[in-house]
């Protein structure tokens, strides 16, 4: 991983979302020549069983044209322009142009994933990448349990619908999946205030969860979380940079 020392990672969110088209090939590459340690992305899957990177499951807000992909054939979501003349890339597409030291966050997309696709997404991975510089992350905790039991690392994805099933099932879910980060949202300040962010940020790690953010725009938002962050992930990936190396 391009990260040196106790510096939090930097991860360009879709990769260079703030500046290019997201989730392309061409963003990816931006952010990585920008300075970012590696990229996060979203994957889900067609009807003719092709992992593509794309964070909805319809293509209504990145092109002109809409498609629901769990019902469109590959094909046709690659005659799409989503920006720039990019298209909707393939898993292996990305994996092939990522530099073997930039750290990849894959987000699974449950709208799209099912459980039964942990094996062949793994198996595709395990063919090109090191896992040291990998992680799964998901809000759905079924999609990250075959991706902990193979010992790949996980990051469990938490936000508001995390509240709305309740303390206990949180607890539950932690207990049974054991991931190796919780991956929270830049908010967690705001929402519960300084001192009660702080405490519970610390009692996390004290249980030995490593802490990624999502999404840090600005060196303000950043600088509370540094303390607890092992992985900031941004859209602006040229000011969280800079401000890491003040």
Not at 73 to 92: C, F, H
Not at 187 to 195: D, H, I, P, T
């Amino acid at each position: 991983m391009r990260n040196r020392g106790a510096r939090p990672v930097i991860l360009g969110h879709r990769g260079y979302r703030a500046r290019f088209p997201e989730n392309t090939l061409l963003a990816f590459r931006e952010a990585l020549t920008a300075g970012a340690d590696g990229i996060e992305c979203d994957i889900q899957k067609t009807v003719d069983g092709r992992y593509v990177v794309i964070h909805d499951p319809h293509t209504g807000r990145v092109a002109a044209s809409r498609r629901d992909v769990a019902v469109t054939p590959y094909a046709e979501l690659r005659s799409l322009d989503v920006g720039s003349q990019e298209r909707i890339p393939l898993l292996e597409e990305l994996l092939g142009m990522l530099p073997a030291d930039a750290y990849l966050d894959l987000e699974l997309k449950e709208e799209t994933i099912v459980a039964a696709d942990c094996a062949r997404i793994g198996e595709i991975l395990d063919a090109v990448r090191d896992r040291s510089a990998l992680m799964i992350s998901s809000f759905h905790a079924p999609l990250l349990t075959w991706f902990r039991k193979h010992g790949f690392t996980v990051g469990y994805l938490i936000g508001e619908e995390t509240a709305i099933h309740g303390t206990a099932a949180f607890v539950g879910t932690l207990l049974r999946l054991r991931p190796q980060y919780l991956n929270l949202p830049r908010e967690v300040f705001e929402r519960l205030g300084e001192r009660r962010a702080r405490l519970l940020l610390r009692f996390l790690r004290l249980l030995g969860f490593s802490l990624l953010f999502w999404t840090v725009n600005t060196p303000a938002a950043a600088l509370p979380l540094l303390p607890h962050a092992r992985i900031i992930v941004t859209d602006e990936v040229e000011a969280l940079v800079r401000m890491r190396e003040d």
